[in-house]
């Protein structure tokens, strides 16, 4: 039921006018992929400089919640471009995208990634006085960024394989593979 | 051996062939080549912005150089190595491709530029060197960099 309402969406959402234009052009498609891309470095490059210093692998001369707090701003700044260009390249292939294992695979690491953010943001504002000092952060703090690099990593892996065709519906795959992907039986083929 | 004749044979040998053969593997040396790509871009982003005054205005930018440049060096030669298996999968179409070269021009100037320019410089102690020569420093940093990546990008669209 509720892949056949996103499939339904997504085909009203692939048949408006902005959303044909955006796929059938060239360099706008291009361009706000090219700008997907960058601004995850600007956004990644400082999260990832952000959880090495948590690590205590990098910066550790530092106090942590000042590399934390001062890089907050640029990486927000990544972060919005990198969500409205995301949300961009959905609305132009909306149909393939919604019936994407890669693309289920990526929202629900991006929802884990952001409550793992929420947690840590928590965890590190409550102990800041006892550790924040210390080249090497308590166990918890460094399983937390630990836990962010890899579910990063996972998630450009997810958004990388989109691209490739492996599971696409209408395939010869595995039930598992079509409930996961969400393939509806009537447009698979 | 000239390029093209290098090319070829990168293509034909076993790197080449395993790159082609194996998508899964493939699309993990590209996950590990954004990422490394995201490392550089933070490590340049953070020395850049603090050599602008406008993230980590309290932390001597010494300091946050120093501490950046490791991961640099960690993050470029992730990049190299993923670089090269990716290339290795597609070599003749990378030998045609205008983007590929032009990305591995800024590369190069890229590198030259860090290891030549940038941190020697920044090495000295920062409040013996003009502002106006660490911003420009920053600004021709930034958009080195700026240019491999958007040529990067570009190489899969053309």
């Keep these: 039921m509720l892949n056949e309402v996103l499939l339904t969406f997504a085909q009203w959402l692939g048949a408006q006018q902005w959303s044909i234009g955006l796929h059938e052009s060239f360099y706008m498609y291009n361009w706000i992929e090219t700008t997907h891309v960058l601004t995850l470095t600007v956004f990644l490059g400082m999260l990832f400089v952000i959880d090495l210093r948590m690590l205590g692998l990098a910066l550790t001369n530092v106090p942590a919640s000042k590399i934390a707090e ?36 990526k929202v629900i690491l991006l929802i884990v990634a952001g409550i793992n953010a929420w947690i840590f943001r928590n965890r590190m504002k409550a102990a800041k006085p006892t550790w924040d000092n210390d080249p090497r952060p308590p166990k ?16 450009i892996f997810a958004g990388r394989a989109i691209a490739y065709d492996w599971f696409d519906c209408g395939q010869d795959h595995t039930d598992f593979i079509n409930w996961a992907a969400g393939c509806v039986v009537d447009t698979a083929g | ?81 993923s670089g090269i298996f990716m290339v290795a999968g597609v070599a003749m179409k990378a030998y045609y491709n205008a983007f590929y070269w032009a990305k591995m021009a800024a590369l190069a100037t890229g590198i030259v530029f860090v290891f030549a320019v940038k941190r020697p410089l920044l090495k000295k102690d920062h409040s013996q060197i003009p502002g106006w020569v660490l911003k420009m420093t920053a600004v021709a940093s930034l958009t080195v960099w700026f240019s491999v990546a958007a040529c990067g990008r570009w190489i899969g669209f053309s």
């Excluded at chain 1, 460094?142 to 998630?155: E, N, T, V, Y």
């Excluded at chain 2, 070829?8 to 990422?35: D, F, P, R």
């Excluded at chain 2, 490392?39 to 850049?48: C, E, H, M, P």
């Design chain 2, 1 to 81: 051996m000239d390029v093209m004749s290098f090319f070829t044979w990168l293509e034909g040998s076993a790197l080449g062939q395993m790159a082609k053969s194996y998508g899964g593997v493939y699309a993990m040396a590209q996950t590990v080549h954004l990422a490394s790509m995201a490392l550089l871009g933070g490590t340049v982003l953070v020395t850049d912005l603090r050599l602008l005054n406008v993230a980590l205005t309290d932390v001597p930018s010494n300091v946050v150089a120093d501490g950046a440049h490791k991961w640099f060096k960690v993050a470029l030669t992730i990049i190299l190595i």
């Design chain 1, 140 to 155: 918890n703090v460094r399983i937390g960024a630990g836990l962010s690099l890899s579910l990063w990593i996972a998630i």
């Design chain 1, 70 to 105: 001062r890089l907050d701003v640029p990486m927000m700044i990544g972060f919005t471009v990198m969500i409205i260009t995301g949300f961009l390249l959905f609305y132009a292939i909306p149909v393939r995208t919604t019936q994407s294992v890669w693309f289920r695979l």
